[in-house]
C-alpha cells in the first residue's frame, strides 16, 4: 500500500518562500509522473505542478516562475520550492501521482497560510 506524506507547510508573509516535501513509499516510484495539488476552502482541488520520471515539469499559469518542482527519485521524495508567495497560495498542499494514472491513497497534506 502506498503510503504518502507531506510536510513543510506553514504560515509566512506574502512574498515569503516555503518548501515542501512528499515522501513516498510503497510503490515503485522512480517510474512515474508525480505532481503536487492543492485545495483552498471551498475550492475544488487544482492541480499546481507536475514532474515526469526523466525531470521534465508543468505548471499551472497561477505558480509559473514562483514556484519550482523537482524530485529525488533515489529518496522517493516530490519537492516543491515556492517563492514570492501570495494570499490566493494559501490552500492544503497535497501530492501525488496523475489522475490518469489512477490516484493513489491521498496523504494528509501540508497546510501553507500566506498571511501578514
Known amino acids: 500500500q502506498v503510503q504518502l506524506v507531506e510536510s513543510g507547510g506553514g504560515l509566512v508573509q506574502p512574498g515569503g518562500s516555503l518548501r515542501l516535501s512528499c515522501a513516498a513509499s510503497?510503490?515503485?516510484?522512480?517510474?512515474?509522473?508525480m505532481a503536487w495539488y492543492r485545495q483552498a476552502p471551498g475550492k475544488q482541488r487544482e492541480l499546481v505542478a507536475r514532474?515526469?520520471?526523466?525531470?521534465?515539469?508543468n505548471y499551472a499559469d497561477s505558480v509559473k516562475g514562483r514556484f519550482t518542482i523537482s524530485r529525488d527519485n533515489a529518496k522517493n521524495t516530490v519537492y516543491l520550492q515556492m517563492d514570492n508567495l501570495k494570499p490566493e497560495d494559501t490552500a492544503v498542499y497535497y501530492c501525488?501521482?496523475?489522475?490518469?494514472?489512477?490516484?493513489?491513497?491521498w496523504g494528509p497534506g501540508t497546510q501553507v497560510t500566506v498571511a501578514s
Open positions: 501525488n501521482r496523475l489522475r490518469s494514472l489512477g490516484y493513489y491513497p
Open positions: 510503497g510503490s515503485i516510484f522512480s517510474i512515474y509522473t
Open positions: 514532474i515526469t520520471s526523466d525531470g521534465s515539469t
